[in-house]
Each structure stands twice: as structure tokens, then as C-alpha cells.
């Protein structure tokens, strides 16, 4: 076998473990559909290690995420689809073709170029396999998480002119959905009443997306970022509950609010 730095060794590895005789139980039992939410989770993995600046973790997160690649050809390559060395192609043709400015001899000035480039090639790979979606928004993946997708439909659409011109009338639209969503709340229920809340709320979302891309936040960055702010201050707040001789569930909600303004405070103060 191979050395373990080279990918022949990997691709070996995944072989043996899909081997119909001699194989890993469990491997020889997966598909595209059941790896493939291990696909989307490795690279959330990776995303974090990257949040935490932590680099050894995102050596081993990466290659987990290169194993989910490997996986995905190895069962393609037993079907006869395509095999690793074509995926590896696949991808190095297409930066090659996406990047005619380094390949060939498209001049352009500064990335705003090269991003209006690549959407163009995009559309002609797209019009060459015979796509005949001519809207703005073709191509852009139904299998994205709703937030990316949803920003992604907002920046297409912006291209065409269809776009608020700064951040301060997007606030004004967040306010005016959330009105919205306090409406049906204060309603009489009725049997549609889930489907229009979350219409409504959705609505809502929506905005907040298009209000962090006006702003140059990455949306899944900064709900990273609330998600870990939010578990490292209920943690604080169980350590408080436990060093007073109780525990969360053992508080009503006031004293709850309590811990949770006494740890904002510590954390302010920066003790």
C-alpha cells in the first residue's frame, strides 16, 4: 500500500471498506442518500475549525470532508458512473475554464471582473447542456441550506437592479414583516393560522438575510457566532445555578433572566 500522505492510499482504504466479500459491514450498507447528510455535516466541520482558528482540527475536518468525496466516487465508480480520477478532472477543467484571466488571455480589473466572469461561464456551461432556464436565478442549488440559498436568490436578483440601495430601508422592511408576524399572533386562531405564521415569519428571515448581506455579514457566520454566544451563557448560567446549590430547572423564569444578566455582566466586565 501506498504511503498514507498519498490519496491512491486513501482511495485503497475506501475500496477494501466497500469490498462485497471482505467488507465493513456498515460501509457496504450506505448509499448516496444515507452519506450524504455526512457530507453536508463534515463541512460544517470544517467551517468551525476555521471559526475557532483552530488549524489542527481543521487538518483532521478536512480530511473528513476529502473521505466524503472518496466515498461518494468509490460507490459512483461500482456503478460503473465515474470513478475519483474523474472527479479530480471534473473540477480541475472547470477552474481552468472559470479562470481565463490566468489561462488564457482575459484581461480584468479586480475581482468584481472575475466574479462577473464566472457567473457568465456559468451561464454558457449551463446553456450548453442544453438548460433552458433563462431567468436571473437559474442554477442556484436547491440543496443549499435555506439561509445560503436565500441570499444567493437576493444577490442574483440585485444584479438585475432589483435590490434596496443600502441597509437602512431594509430595516424599515424587517420592521414592517415583524408587525406583520405580531398581527397574526394577536389573531383569532384559526385552522390556517400555523400556515400563515409561518408565511409570516419566514418573511421575516428573508429580510434578515437581505439586511446582512447589505451589511457584508455572512449570514451562517453570524448565527455561528449567536449559537455559540448563546451555549457559552446558558453554560455560565447552569455553573451559577449549580454554585448557589440549585439548578436551571429548579428557577422560575425571573430568576432565570437573573443568571442570564449576571453572566451579560461578567462577561462585560470581563471576569
Given at each position: 500500500m501506498s504511503e498514507l500522505n498519498d490519496i491512491q492510499s486513501l482511495l485503497n482504504i475506501m475500496a477494501r471498506l466497500r469490498d462485497p466479500q471482505h467488507g465493513c459491514p456498515w460501509d457496504l450498507q450506505q448509499d448516496f442518500a444515507s452519506i450524504a447528510p455526512y457530507t453536508v455535516e463534515e463541512a460544517y466541520e470544517v467551517a468551525d475549525a476555521i471559526d475557532r482558528n483552530d488549524l489542527a482540527d481543521l487538518k483532521d475536518e478536512l480530511g473528513d470532508l476529502l473521505l466524503q468525496v472518496v466515498f461518494h466516487a468509490q460507490m459512483a465508480s461500482e456503478q460503473g458512473a465515474f470513478d475519483f480520477g474523474d472527479v479530480v478532472a471534473s473540477i480541475s477543467g472547470k477552474m481552468i475554464r472559470r479562470h481565463p484571466h490566468i489561462f488564457a488571455d482575459t484581461a480584468v480589473d479586480g475581482a468584481a471582473d472575475v466574479s462577473?466572469?464566472?457567473?457568465?461561464?456559468?451561464?454558457?456551461?449551463r446553456a450548453a447542456k442544453g438548460e433552458q432556464d433563462s431567468s436571473a436565478l437559474a442554477g442556484i442549488s436547491r440543496g443549499l441550506p435555506e439561509w445560503q440559498r436565500a441570499t444567493k436568490l437576493q444577490a442574483r436578483a440585485a444584479r438585475t437592479g432589483f435590490d434596496w440601495p443600502d441597509a437602512t430601508p431594509v430595516l424599515d422592511k424587517l420592521r414592517e414583516e415583524v408587525d406583520e408576524v405580531q398581527a397574526e399572533l394577536a389573531a383569532?386562531?384559526?385552522?390556517?393560522?400555523?400556515?400563515?405564521?409561518?408565511?409570516?415569519?419566514?418573511?421575516?428571515?428573508f429580510v434578515c438575510a437581505n439586511l446582512a448581506r447589505h451589511a457584508k455579514v455572512d449570514v451562517g457566520s453570524a448565527l455561528r457566532l449567536a449559537n455559540h454566544k448563546f451555549e457559552r451563557r446558558f453554560r455560565a448560567m447552569e455553573a451559577l445555578a449549580q454554585a448557589q446549590g440549585g439548578s436551571m430547572d429548579g428557577l422560575d423564569l425571573d430568576q432565570q433572566e437573573a443568571l442570564w444578566q449576571a453572566v451579560k455582566q461578567q462577561e462585560k466586565g470581563g471576569a
Open positions: 462577473a466572469n464566472w457567473e457568465a461561464i456559468k451561464r454558457a456551461e383569532a386562531p384559526g385552522e390556517d393560522r400555523q400556515a400563515r405564521l409561518q408565511e409570516e415569519i419566514g418573511d421575516v428571515l
